[in-house]
């Protein structure tokens, strides 16, 4: 498995390097490990944590627990996205229990530069995250210190919602900002990413596609996880 600085070399050399972190949001978590077994023979290189509290969106789902196991299962970075209040109580014992990727909200932090410094002195990457209706501009000034931004194209709290198109611009956005300001950082997008989507987001920009339902919702996760990254490349050959 390459390690983050192999992928970020490879991403300089060829800017459209696409990445599969399949949900498990929409896995059966009775057989979660072979699903995400799966979803890795199918290409995936990153398995997407949904962390949500119950206040900062409207659902409960996992914590540290569960991604210490994930950690035993599976040799992929595990990305651990928090949607909730107050990330920083929680930040040292995701990072424990086996994160490699730590994002979190604009909308969620008052103080977001000390957020994202404090998932990097966890040796964790730092990714922040913008609700559909956030805009771009409101990162401004912590994209030099990200490793990733994540778009939201759905609101967070449920697997499963329709894509919003209107958050496409943003991935564009970003994608500007970075060439114009020589930043480094990567794209992601997560939320009714499917068969019928992939193509319009890759275009827009976006390279980490985070994809629950269209992985795991039915049929074989490795033969959906497949089918998904070629439509995905097929689509950055024509962005080139």
């Known amino acids: ?3 983050f600085p192999q992928l970020l070399t490879l991403y300089l050399l060829d800017p ?3 990445e599969l972190a399949p949900s498990i949001l929409a896995a059966d978590f009775a057989h979660l490990g072979d699903q995400v077994e799966q979803a890795t023979a199918g290409g995936a290189s990153v398995i997407h944590v949904d962390v949500m509290d119950g206040h900062f969106v409207p ?9 210490k196991s994930l950690r035993r299962a599976t040799r992929l970075r595990l990305d651990c996205h928090l949607m909730i209040e107050n990330p920083d109580q929680f ?5 424990e229990a086996g994160a490699d990727w730590i994002s979190v909200h ?4 008052r103080h977001l530069n000390r957020t994202l410094n404090l998932i990097k002195e966890h040796k964790c ?11 771009v501009e409101t990162l401004s000034e912590v994209l030099e210190m990200v490793d990733y931004v994540l778009v939201m194209s759905v609101n967070p709290g449920f697997g499963g919602q329709k894509f919003i198109p209107a958050t496409l611009h943003k991935m564009r956005k970003l994608a500007e900002i970075r060439v114009a300001r020589g930043y480094e950082y990567r794209i992601e997008v997560d939320g009714g990413v499917g068969m019928d989507t992939v193509a319009q987001v890759v275009q827009a920009g976006a390279e980490i596609l985070v994809a629950g339902n269209a992985v ?7 033969v959906n996880a497949q089918a998904l990254l070629e439509a995905a490349r097929s689509a950055s050959l024509e962005r080139v």
Do not use: H, S, Y
Not at 106 to 109: M, V, W
Not at 216 to 222: C, E, L, S, V
């Open 1 to 3: 498995m390459l390690e």
């Open 16 to 18: 459209i390097l696409i």
């Open 59 to 67: 659902n409960l789902t996992v914590g540290p627990p569960l991604v």
């Open 91 to 95: 930040i040292a014992e995701f990072a």
């Open 106 to 109: 604009q909308e969620a932090c």
């Open 125 to 135: 990457l730092a990714g922040v995250v913008i609700n559909p209706a956030t805009p």
């Open 216 to 222: 795991f919702g039915k049929g074989d996760a490795r």
